[in-house]
């Protein structure tokens, strides 16, 4: 029951790459490709004095451990169990925050996407991105938790003020502040030839939706796709860490 459960039948050809780009001295950025669970994630921490780096990197240890124990208990994957991940992630960091006071105030984005069976689950908190590349078109699978955001949504300004917002970075959510989180979650079928790509923020400014389907279309295999998206984006940009997983999902 418990392998049926979690497999697919889908051919999986997943690649990361991840930078610190031109001008910050660290990468907070974290990823996570774990093929067996078909568990696939970006995290961007926030935080000075390593802090960052060490909540994201908290975020999807938890994340892999926790679907990890689901997956031993021959249980199916569920929305409920992204959640649960999502909900342990936030308190250890916060926990780690508590413990070494120089730690506080670190917090993190965590975007998932889990693949079984002809299923997509997605978990999504911040302004780490999931893109699905189908049929020739791409669509953007979650929106940014950032003020900026939230005020183009009301309205209150246009995409294109917000493109250059100077406060556009600033998260509306993220793991490791609050005990309480509110998680996206999205449930959905897939399909052969889909192609998921996840991203840290600091891809969007050189590498824009058009030409991640491009140079996708160009970089068949998933290693070399990721990796030219993000030197794609560093060249045209750079100014943050720049990190993309890309999942294809081929006939099996
Ligand atoms: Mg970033």
């Not at 001008?23 to 907070?28: L, Y």
């Not at 917002?165 to 509306?172: A, C, E, T, V």
């Given at each position: 029951m418990s392998e049926n459960a979690w497999s697919t039948p889908f051919e999986i050809d997943a690649g990361v790459h991840s930078i610190i780009g031109k001008?910050?001295?660290?990468?907070?950025d974290a990823y996570l490709v774990n093929l067996a669970l078909g568990l696939y994630a970006v995290a961007d921490g926030l935080g000075g004095h390593q802090a960052g780096e060490h909540a994201s990197s908290l975020a999807v240890q938890v994340l892999g451990a926790q679907l990890g124990r689901v997956h031993e208990l021959g249980v199916a994957p569920s929305l409920d169990s992204l959640l649960e991940a999502f909900d342990r992630a936030n308190l250890r960091i916060l926990e780690d925050a508590d413990a070494h006071?120089?730690?506080?105030?670190m917090g993190t984005t965590l975007t998932a996407v889990l693949i079984y069976g002809r299923r997509l689950l997605l978990a999504h908190v911040g302004d780490s991105r999931a893109w699905r590349i189908r049929d020739g078109q791409i669509e953007q699978l979650t929106r940014d938790h950032t003020i900026v955001e939230e005020q183009v949504r009301g309205g209150a300004l246009s995409t294109e003020d917000a493109r250059h917002?100077?406060?556009?970075?600033?998260?509306?959510r993220c793991l490791g502040i609050r005990d309480e989180i509110e998680v996206d979650l999205v449930e959905a079928d897939v399909s052969v030839d889909d192609i998921y790509v996840l991203v840290s923020d600091g891809l969007t400014p050189g590498c824009g939706p058009e030409d991640m389907m491009a140079l996708i279309r160009e970089n068949p295999v998933a290693e070399q796709a990721a990796r030219v998206l993000v030197s794609h984006a560093c060249e045209r940009d750079g100014q943050d860490n720049i990190t993309a997983v890309v999942v294809a999902c081929r006939e099996g």
């Open positions: 001008v910050r001295d660290h990468n907070e006071p120089e730690r506080q105030g917002h100077p406060m556009r970075h600033i998260l509306s």
